[in-house]
């Protein structure tokens, strides 16, 4: 079976505090993705990466950065967290332009 | 603006019946697949579904592409409280590494 591994379940950061979000896969795919999830607005790209150390804006990459040193790891940073951020983060790898397989999430909440 | 509609977007049903979920849009995927998602997890890869036309069965979950390749629907007979959970729609398109998600369909299914 594929595997997503997310670092944390749960997180709770302060206001301005830099957060790294970690996703390791367990397959050789070039494609990974970070999505925010919000009740009502559902699953919005925030950053993808198609190799090691190319990455690409989604719809909604502001306060947002992201790393991918390795094939199967692929970062999200929060450079000052805020609490707009409190959300879901759900990180993907992709076979081809089809099949999305997730990682269990992470649910951060800023105060 | 979301690509992608569902339809409905809250369906709370008695054990037992029937229900069918729509996912709309004017554009042309590639391909399109059905995932669900329990709370406090990922979203969990269903079917995946490329001509048009074509319908695929899992079960009592029902899934057809439309001819056009523009909107597909997930049907479930008798349905059982298992079945409970918020249903993605997403869909591939030519030129763009990701999926374009719909914004979701919540079902409860009481006992």
Known sequence: DVKVTQSSRYLVKRTGEKVFLECVQDMDHENMFWYRQDPGLGLRLIYFSYDVKMKEKGDIPEGYSVSREKKERFSLILESASTNQTSMYLCAHQRGRTEAFFGQGTRLTVV | ?111
């Open chain 2, 1 to 111: 603006t979301q690509l992608l509609e569902q339809s409905p977007q809250f369906l709370s049903i008695q054990e037992g019946e029937n229900l069918t979920v729509y996912c709309n849009s004017s554009s042309v995927f590639s391909s399109l697949q059905w995932y669900r998602q329990e709370p406090g997890e990922g979203p969990v890869l269903l079917v995946t579904v490329v001509t048009g036309g074509e319908v695929k069965k899992l079960k009592r979950l029902t899934f057809q592409f439309g001819d056009a390749r523009k909107d597909s629907s997930l049907h479930i007979t008798a349905a059982q409280p298992g079945d409970t959970g918020l249903y993605l729609c997403a869909g591939g398109r030519g030129g763009a590494n990701n999926l374009f998600f719909g914004t979701g369909t919540r079902l409860t299914v009481i006992p």
